[in-house]
């Protein structure tokens, strides 16, 4: 994962000597970051969290009446069978990992998803 890529309080996997410790970045600087309760990490031990139908609906989205969709807090969430992929409706962009959909979110929203069902 690249630093540009994240930003502090996205959800990640800290992957070291074959044990996955999944955590909330809590700060960066140009070569580590915080993860959780005091791990400091390099870049290149993280991995991204797949996002999947499971993960939206902790973290509050619930089924749109067109029964293809997820309503997350105003953004409507389709998935694209043929790439196995969901993405954001109205942008068309595209979200495979959590840190994406949290990224996009502020973007759009100027706010924080709601991550308080990780702790």
Known sequence: MKPQDLRI???????????NHYGQIHSLT??????????????MD???II???????????????D????????RLIGYRQCSNVFYDKSTGINIQFVHQLQNLYYELTGEELDVSFWE
């Open 9 to 19: 309080g996205n959800l990640v996997i800290l992957s070291v000597a074959n044990v």
């Open 30 to 43: 140009p070569s580590r970051l915080l993860i959780g309760d005091g791990i400091k990490c390099d870049y």
């Open 46 to 48: 993280l991995e991204p």
């Open 51 to 65: 996002i999947n139908e499971e993960l939206l609906m902790k973290l509050g989205a619930t089924k749109f009446p």
């Open 67 to 74: 029964g293809q969709s997820l309503l997350l807090n105003n």
